[in-house]
């Protein structure tokens, strides 16, 4: 289920204008670079097809092989709609899972390596619940291609694609995570134990390299500012200009309108890569990247107990 967990901390929905034909040049971290060069993969967005408002996505690794194809309702970021394909570097099936609005929605294959089928999962059509409640595992197959879940029963298994030991298992029942499942982080030498009891996740304790443990609520949790996000609107009003006389004699006024910000979060804290989708105008939008970009008092992402990069978003009305 990493997966998935690991999508879904960078999985943001938001709509945008119509643009032509667009090429982005990414880091596996969603990090856009200048050049190809300097890039783990291509996404490449053409306009909808004929009588469809959902745009073509393709994504291909440096060697040429697919990475990803499926639709989009908007071009940056994407938000994934109907039925979308994943694949590995060898250019085998990684994934094929169906989307609502950039969320997992009904039936999700997940495949190994090798291009044989390892899970069929089916997700709850109830967005509101948390990633690691709205799932549930229908079947599951070993490396050897020995059923192991059956009819939402048994004992599930995950495997690291690039080594192939395991990575995570535990017992299933009724589709559900039961009991305890052990996992680890290899290249961080990071192990933690989950509690699950009917169906819902209770606790985790994650033990970190120097052996030290940390308890957590929730398997994963989102990036998150101190105070909340009334918080953060209170700090960039007040940082951003949008009352003083520059601005009034520039652009529109800012009342009454909407923008939506986004940024990543940092496991450290530090918030990056600031967006805005929409505009005030520019002395205004320069003042928000600015105030975000220089913020302070962030949570980071949560997963397992550690600490790893998130998408933050927020509407702003000034």
Same mark, same amino acid.
């Given at each position: 289920?990493?997966?998935?967990?690991?999508?879904?901390? %960078?999985?943001?929905?938001?709509?945008?204008?119509?643009?032509?034909?667009?090429?982005?040049?990414?880091?596996?971290?969603?990090?856009?670079?200048?050049?190809?060069?300097?890039?783990?993969?291509?996404?490449?967005?053409t306009p909808p097809d004929s009588a469809s408002? %959902?745009?073509? #996505?393709?994504?291909?690794? +440096? =060697?040429?092989?697919? @990475?990803?194809?499926?639709?989009?309702?908007?071009?940056?970021?994407?938000?994934?709609?109907?039925?979308?394909? +994943? $694949?590995?570097?060898?250019?085998n099936r990684e994934s094929v899972t169906d989307y609502s609005g950039g969320t997992y929605l009904g039936n999700s294959y997940v495949y190994y390596p090798n291009g044989k089928l390892h899970t069929l999962l089916t997700f709850d059509t109830l967005t509101t619940k948390n990633i690691d409640a709205n799932f549930k595992i229908l079947s599951c197959t070993d490396t050897a291609?020995?059923?192991? #879940?059956?009819?939402?029963?048994?004992?599930?298994?995950?495997?690291?694609?690039?080594?192939?030991?395991?990575?995570?298992?535990?017992?299933?029942?009724?589709? =559900?995570?039961?009991?305890?499942?052990?996992g680890s982080y290899a290249s961080e030498k990071i192990t933690y134990t989950d509690t699950y009891r009917n169906g819902q996740f209770v606790s985790g304790v994650?033990?970190?390299?120097?052996?030290? @443990?940390?308890?957590?609520?929730?398997?994963?949790?989102?990036?998150?500012?101190?105070?909340?996000?009334?918080? $953060?609107?209170?700090?960039?009003?007040? @940082?951003?200009?949008?009352?003083?006389?520059?601005?009034?004699?520039?652009?529109?006024?800012?009342?009454? @309108?909407?923008v939506l910000m986004t940024f990543i979060v940092t496991p450290q804290g530090k918030p990056i890569n600031t967006r805005l989708f929409g505009s005030y105008n520019p002395v205004v939008d320069k003042a928000l990247i600015a105030a975000a970009s220089t913020s302070a008092g962030w949570k980071p992402a949560m997963q397992n107990g550690r600490p790893v990069q998130g998408l933050y978003n927020i509407a702003i009305n000034l």
């Open positions: 289920m990493k997966f998935f967990f690991t999508i879904g901390l %960078l999985a943001l929905s938001l709509t945008v204008f119509a643009q032509p034909k667009t090429v982005y040049y990414l880091k596996y971290n969603g990090n856009k670079v200048p050049v190809a060069d300097s890039a783990d993969y291509i996404r490449i967005i408002t %959902l745009f073509n #996505v393709q994504e291909y690794y +440096t =060697n040429g092989k697919r @990475k990803l194809v499926g639709k989009s309702t908007a071009i940056d970021p994407i938000v994934l709609e109907g039925q979308c394909a +994943t $694949f590995y570097s060898n250019g291609g020995k059923a192991i #879940v059956t009819d939402g029963n048994g004992h599930y298994i995950d495997y690291n694609p690039l080594t192939g030991n395991i990575s995570e298992q535990g017992d299933v029942k009724n589709g =559900n995570p039961d009991g305890d499942w052990h994650c033990q970190m390299p120097n052996g030290v @443990k940390y308890t957590y609520q929730h398997k994963i949790q989102g990036a998150a500012y101190t105070g909340g996000d009334a918080a $953060f609107l209170a700090y960039l009003k007040k @940082k951003a200009p949008y009352k003083t006389p520059a601005v009034k004699k520039g652009a529109a006024p800012a009342a009454k @309108k909407v």
